[in-house]
């Protein structure tokens, strides 16, 4: 017969309810206080990537950049940013989100991970709706926008996505000992769009210049999106176990500091 004054030890499945119900909470006070306090504007989420993307096109199409690849110059660069801009929007949101709910850490139900967790999921959202609007759009000007292997597309995309989330986690929970660090991502950003190949070819360059290039994960994005978008284009540059094993360590290490540090950040 149960006794009476004790509370039921929690099983791992109404564990797993409460978590959720409380990233979901996070993920709907995000859309309502990210832009203009305003619900409706998340879709600003979704259009600034796509617009930053737009924008690059057009800066390319005014310069009169060729294409290096393929016979059209809005296509190649449109698959080379696409990638990027989903990793840099993913993980710069991801570092932003313990500064901007760092007052939810005060409630004992909110974790630090649930935080992470619920910036990441409305991430992941808003960069699928971008990559359909730029389809949409490709089809609207009757561009060649299928890809030469769509799993291996979805596959770089996913890998976009997660090494986004790994370098988004590392760098929040870096950013919380170190606010500097915050000013230090953000220009490297920058240093990483000119060397990931999105407005070169890699595998055209000396083998010594490649060997330094390829260090970078997001090339290997870049790289990977181009070789399943378009046949014939060389694999020279891409590593596909190498950005792959980048996403899940840098994955793993963010869960590791989330764990080390839970109850310094907790306690402040």
């Not at 059209?72 to 570092?95: K, T």
């Not at 007052?103 to 699928?128: K, M, N, Q, T, Y």
């Not at 596959?155 to 590392?170: E, I, Q, R, S």
Request: proline residues 4%; positive net charge; aromatic residues 12%.
């Amino acid at each position: 017969m149960r006794r009476m004054g004790k509370a039921e030890p929690a099983t791992f499945s109404s564990a797993l309810m409460a978590s959720w119900r409380v990233i979901w909470a996070v993920m709907l006070r995000d859309i309502r206080t990210r832009f203009f306090n305003h619900g409706l504007g998340y879709i600003i989420a979704i259009a600034f990537p796509l617009a930053h993307i737009l924008i690059l096109l057009g800066v390319y199409k005014i310069a009169g950049r060729a294409a290096p690849f393929g016979e059209n110059a809005a296509v190649f660069f449109g698959v080379g940013l696409a990638p990027f801009m989903a990793w840099n929007y993913m993980s710069r949101f991801i570092m932003l989100s313990l500064v901007v709910n760092r007052p939810l850490l005060a409630f004992p139900a909110v974790h630090i991970l649930d935080v992470l967790l619920g910036r990441a999921l409305l991430e992941v959202l808003a960069s699928c709706c971008m990559a359909v609007l730029l389809l949409g759009l490709g089809v609207a000007f009757g561009l060649d926008i299928a890809p030469h292997d769509t799993v291996d597309a979805a596959l770089a995309w996913l890998a976009a996505l997660g090494l986004g989330l790994g370098f988004g986690m590392v760098s929040a929970l870096i950013a919380q000992v170190a606010p500097g660090w915050v000013t230090v991502y953000f220009l490297s950003i920058i240093v990483f769009y000119l060397a990931s190949g999105i407005i070169f070819l890699p595998a055209e360059q000396s083998d010594r210049v490649l060997e330094y290039l390829t260090w970078l994960p997001t090339l290997h994005l870049v790289e990977w999106m181009r070789v399943a978008w378009f046949d014939g284009y060389s694999d020279r540059a891409l590593d596909r176990t190498y950005v792959a094993s980048w996403a899940i360590a840098s994955i793993f290490l963010g869960l590791a500091l989330e764990r080390l540090m839970r109850g310094r950040l907790m306690g402040g």
